[in-house]
Each structure stands twice: as C-alpha cells, then as structure tokens.
C-alpha cells in the first residue's frame, strides 16, 4: 500500500510562478523526504524533514509538516523551466535503514 | 554525484531467462537498496542490505533474489524473468558509511529491463 501521497497528479505554471505540491500520508514517521526525477534520469534528493520540525528552507525551496495532519507541502518559489521534473515525497517510518516508501509522483511542467 | 553505477543501463530479454542487474557504489556506504518504478505506482522496494550478507525484503520481492558479497557491490537477480518483471530498476545507497545514517538516499541512473 501507498504509504505516501502527492497532490495534485499534474501541475503546470508559467516560469517566475510559485509551484505547491502536496503529501499525505498514513502512518506516523521518522522523517519525510522530496525527491526529485528529471526525465529518464535517476532521483535526486531535495529536502528531508524530520518528525520534530515544522518547516525548513533550502534555497527556492519550502518543506513544512504537519504531523496532526499527517501532511507535508513543498513550494518551490519564482519557478525556472529548468524545474521541470517529477516530484516524489517519500517517508521513513523508523529513521533506522532509511526503507524509504514513495509516493506515485507530481509532475510538474513549467512554462518559459 | 554519489559513485554509483548500475549495469546494464538497458536490456532487452525473453520471458523465463534469468537476469542480474548489478548496482557498484564508490562511497563505502553500509545501505544499498533495488528499487522498481512503474507508470501508476511510483517507485516500490524491492530488496535491501545493511551490511555484506546482510539482507531484507521489501514490499515487492516475489520473483528477485539480491546478494552483497562485497560493500561496493549489491546484484539483483530474476532468476526466470516475466513479462510483470518489465520495469525500470533503481539502485539506491543511504547517506552515510559506518553506522550512521544521514537519511537520505542517492540514485543511481536506473536500468530500464524489457522482458519480452
């Protein structure tokens, strides 16, 4: 079973926009990561949020959780084309082998 | 870039031949994962190790077997390949070497397998 899921599916703005995307999942975590996955190449690790934290910041990028809701958000801010990509939530349950479970994935198209 | 290295990058077999995808990592790092991602589901846990002949599964291991005689080294074998056995496979290794881990992983550059 899917332990996490993003929202919305599809995504497409125009370049400078702000882009939300959403996680939700079931079962209480460790931590919980964003990855992302450029067309035909592997995942690149985004962010990671552990279960004690609220929000955290790298660079254009925004993570927050929301453990009472079992949720997490991530905003990338003054979109680039260059973000295009598929955007994958991921939670650890344990925090102990990093047996990371997926979530199906966002695409995001970004418009020049 | 992490040092890992998935070989082949891409191949082509016939149902009921067996297979074995290799994942080569540089880093020394304890925790190597095999991961499949399909169309509708994301990316699933196949199989990982935590240490040299140190293994367990995950949520889709029917029809796989791994081994990890060596830290550098974590094969993914089918040993009779089906047409559900069609996918992309992902080599992972976790942030760390020793026995800490840092949490996230990093990916290899997959193996695309068609099973005809």
């Known amino acids: 079973s899917q332990q996490g899921e993003e929202d919305p599916q599809a995504l497409s703005i125009q370049e400078g926009e702000n882009a939300t995307m959403n996680c939700s999942y079931k079962?209480?975590?460790?931590?919980l990561q964003w990855y992302r996955q450029n067309s035909g190449r592997g995942l690149v690790h985004l962010i990671l949020?552990?279960?004690?934290?609220r929000e955290k910041h790298s660079g254009r990028l925004r993570v927050t959780l929301d453990t009472s809701k079992k949720s997490s958000s991530l905003l990338i801010t003054a979109s680039r084309a260059a973000d295009t990509a598929s955007y994958f939530c991921?939670?650890?349950?344990?925090?102990?082998?990093?047996?990371?479970?997926f979530g199906k994935g966002i695409t995001l198209s970004v418009r020049p | 870039d992490a040092g890992i290295t998935q070989s082949p990058r891409h191949k082509v077999t016939e149902t009921g031949t067996p297979v074995t995808l290799r994942c080569h990592q540089t880093?020394?790092?304890?925790?190597m994962y095999w991961y499949r991602q399909d169309p509708g589901h994301g990316l699933r846990l196949i199989h990982y190790?935590?240490?040299?002949?140190?293994?367990d599964k995950g949520e889709v291991s029917d029809g796989y077997s791994v081994s990890r005689s060596k830290t550098e080294d974590f094969l993914l074998t089918l040993e009779s390949a089906t047409s559900s056995q069609t996918s992309v496979y992902f080599c992972?290794?976790?942030?760390?070497?020793?026995?800490?881990?840092?949490?996230?992983?990093?990916f290899g550059e997959g193996s695309r397998l068609t099973v005809l």
């Open positions: 992972a290794i976790s942030g760390a070497s020793g026995r800490l881990n840092t949490g996230e992983l990093f």
């Open positions: 079962t209480s975590i460790n931590n």
């Open positions: 949020i552990r279960s004690n934290e």
């Open positions: 991921a939670t650890d349950l344990t925090g102990a082998n990093s047996k990371l479970t």
């Open positions: 880093e020394n790092h304890r925790y």
């Open positions: 190790s935590y240490g040299v002949k140190d293994t």
